[in-house]
């Protein structure tokens, strides 16, 4: 690429996993960085305090410090309308946009453009959430035509503590829901250590994994006219889509 671009990101406030995954994953794309902006985001939960916290006003604040720096694209890297209701991305992505200027996207829109293009109709998930938000984001996706076929949740709550579940116990639900053969997984959320499990365990279980920090990622590339097949070793997601 001749000129630099720049990848907005939002990001929850205590989150520590996505932002050292997000520029690993756009280190190999010349001229393209990322720069982040958080807004307060603690817990994960269906009680009114947590719900508020993806309120859009909050959100529109630091997507206004990230136009500050001439970013070319903004990406709301987070999980909330899987159960808040996908329609709320849609009207943020809008909402950033008339405010900003600058084209927006989300992992959850992402992760369901990529989901309708390779024709997943069974998709196993995995997550680290309490289990009525899990109940949520089932479904949300039986609501498009996607059957949560096999779960699997960890029964956390607390944001912070997401990023502290060991890789080896992601990689080990991935395998379980694997069982059910599912046309697709994904590890949704973008606190957890996953996206750099992705190439390794397509290979080993034999079906596409869609990581929810990777897929606004791909999808910020793409926005930006990037060749997404630049981001190696980070799974089929950047290589066929």
């Known amino acids: ?21 997000t520029s690993a994953m756009v280190a190999s794309v010349p001229g393209v960085t990322a720069h982040f902006a958080r807004f307060t985001v603690t817990e994960i939960s269906l009680k009114e305090a ?3 916290q993806f309120d859009d006003s909050r959100i529109l604040e630091a997507a206004r410090l990230l136009a500050d720096a001439h970013v070319d694209v903004i990406g709301w890297s987070g999980t909330s309308s899987s ?15 008339e405010a900003t200027g600058i084209p927006a996207t989300t992992s959850v829109l992402a992760l369901n453009e990529v989901l309708a293009a390779a024709r997943v109709r069974k998709l196993g998930l995995v997550t680290p959430y309490v289990p009525d938000v899990q109940q949520r984001i089932m479904a949300s996706y039986r609501g498009i035509g996607v059957d949560c076929t096999a779960e699997r949740h960890m029964d ?10 060991e890789p080896d116990t992601l990689a080990r639900l991935a395998r379980e829901v694997a069982a059910a053969h599912p046309d ?47 981001v190696h070793a980070w799974g089929r997601l950047f290589r066929d889509f």
């Open 1 to 21: 690429m001749s000129q630099r671009k720049r990848i907005g990101v939002l990001t929850p406030s205590s989150n520590t996993a996505l932002e050292p995954l």
């Open 50 to 52: 947590a719900l508020r």
């Open 83 to 97: 159960w808040l209701g996908f329609e709320r991305d849609t009207q943020l992505c809008a909402r950033i946009t």
């Open 156 to 165: 956390i709550s607390v944001n912070f503590d997401f990023a502290e579940v």
């Open 184 to 230: 697709a997984i994904t590890m949704l959320c973008t606190n957890l250590r996953s996206a750099q499990l992705v190439d390794s365990l397509e290979r080993e279980l034999g079906m596409p994994i869609f990581d929810s920090t990777a897929t606004v990622v791909w999808k910020a590339l793409k926005l930006i006219g990037a060749d997404t097949r630049q």
